[in-house]
């Protein structure tokens, strides 16, 4: 299947078409009213742009497919506190968070060996905080009703399925309910995640590559707190982020990562599609793979598997944005592949929040140019969110060009922390040339070199 999709997903050349061609045959019914703008799709970045529009007297209409927000989402993520209490002051008063993050982490793994680097301090659990662990689904609840309340009309089980045009400029959209309607706007804002079919199929995207896309696959296990606060060393109500590195992705360049909740833990694995493709195995092996992980089986042990799922993310950085803003429209989030390392949800909510200021200078001036709606383009450009996309700009392509990077600089590390470990019945002097040649056995000196040299160039 994953092959199938690769297949399908492979670019092809932009035609500039402003127009899109209706693959719904039902014809629309009549338009009812016409909104100030319409947002498609209810992740972080729609509910956050529909929160700030309405709460500045816009008219605001949001689409989601799900039965209600978060209805797609799996498991858990970490927010930055701070990002985030700029937009929503004290926001931990109201959103369901599950625990303060204080214990941070990256383990090198093997089959049967971690290296890993913690840093645990108290200073992170006072406010207005560093991270918190949230699930999903509270999360994308919890902005829906923000948005609700600040006078947003958020219709769910309404999936958008094509953008409207007139001249080249974006009018509305059809939604399917059963049926087919038509909504008409000023502004459309296309957040309908990683995949941004919207764009794709309005022609204002290149459809999204198979390297540029992570397939995710999250298990969430429910345990005590009392538990999860003992195996993780934990004082009460903190919690732990733990990022996985090497063996979990069976040799590609991908990650895994361990969140903590109040009550369960996230186990989460991914790499790109086109891997998976290459690899020809299905991603929940990964999955069951790391499950098994000695290091990784004692945490778990005794857990109920209380939900599974997947999720894509775009992982193409600063040269996967396309183009954002068009006449009468915009592109927030993952649809606009504005995500960077640590930083998904956090990244999507500030695209969002600038994405309505961009729409309300439009309706004061009544224009709906893209000059005028560059001011989206704008406020992304002077703040923290592109200018980190551009400073890690070349991270996609190291990561092609040394596919073997996690895997391999795992296997090395671990082997080096290991031979470090044993007591042998040899000088200290014999030793250190011992291990030197172990290491330098599994990857030559000078081609450790290239490949830092690469990095450092690419990571500033």
Not at 44 to 72: I, Q, S
């Amino acid at each position: 299947m994953l092959k199938h999709w690769y297949q399908a997903k492979k670019p092809h050349k932009i035609t500039g078409k402003t127009t899109s061609s209706r693959t719904d045959k039902q014809e629309p019914s009549a338009v009812i009213k016409k909104y100030d703008a319409i947002v498609a799709g209810a992740g972080p970045a729609g509910l956050t742009a529909a929160y700030f529009m309405a709460r500045d007297g816009l008219d605001v209409l949001v689409l989601e497919r799900g039965p209600y927000a978060g209805a797609k989402c799996c498991g858990g993520v970490s927010i930055m506190a701070d990002h985030v209490h700029k937009l929503f002051p004290n926001f931990w008063e109201e959103c369901q968070c599950e625990r303060i993050i204080t214990d941070q982490s990256y383990w090198w793994m093997t089959e049967d060996s971690v290296l890993s680097t913690r840093f645990q301090s108290v200073r992170l659990a006072a406010a207005p905080y560093n991270r918190f662990s949230v699930k999903r689904s509270n999360l994308y609840k919890w902005l829906a009703d923000k948005a609700a309340e600040a006078g947003a009309q958020v219709l769910f089980k309404h999936t958008v399925t094509e953008v409207l045009f007139n001249d080249g400029q974006a009018v509305g959209v059809v939604a399917v309910n059963g049926g087919s309607s038509k909504y008409l706007a000023d502004v459309i804002i296309l957040a309908d995640g990683a995949n941004a079919l919207l764009a794709e199929r309005s022609g204002l995207a290149a459809p999204v590559s198979a390297e540029n896309i992570s397939l995710y696959v999250k298990e969430t296990i429910a345990l005590p707190s009392s538990v999860i606060e003992d195996r993780f060393n934990l004082p009460s109500g903190q919690g732990a982020i733990i990022g996985l590195i090497g063996y979990p992705t069976a040799g590609f360049n991908g990650t895994g990562s361990i969140h903590t909740f109040r009550d369960s833990i996230s186990l989460n694995v991914g790499m790109p599609v086109a891997d998976f493709a290459q690899a020809g195995f299905n991603p929940n092996e990964l999955l069951e793979r790391i499950k098994k992980h000695p290091h990784i089986k004692t945490l778990i042990a005794g857990g109920q598997t209380i939900a599974y799922g997947g999720s894509l993310i775009p992982e193409g950085g600063y040269y996967a944005v396309p183009k954002l803003v068009h006449p009468g429209l915009m592109i927030v989030g993952d649809a606009g592949s504005l995500v960077n390392g640590t930083h998904g949800i956090n990244l999507a909510m500030w695209s969002g929040f600038y994405s309505a200021k961009a729409v309300y200078g439009a309706k004061t001036s009544r224009d709906y140019s893209v000059r005028k709606l560059s001011l989206y383009t704008e406020l992304l450009n002077e703040s923290f969110i592109m200018q980190d996309l551009k400073a890690n700009a070349g991270v996609a392509k190291l990561m092609r060009d040394l596919p073997y990077a996690f895997d391999l600089y795992s296997r090395m590390a671990n082997e080096t922390a290991y031979q470090v470990s044993r007591v042998y019945t040899m000088p200290k002097r014999a030793k250190r040339i011992m291990i030197y040649k172990k290491v330098t056995s599994m990857q030559p000196v000078l081609k450790i070199l290239s490949d830092a040299w690469k990095a450092l160039k690419v990571i500033r």
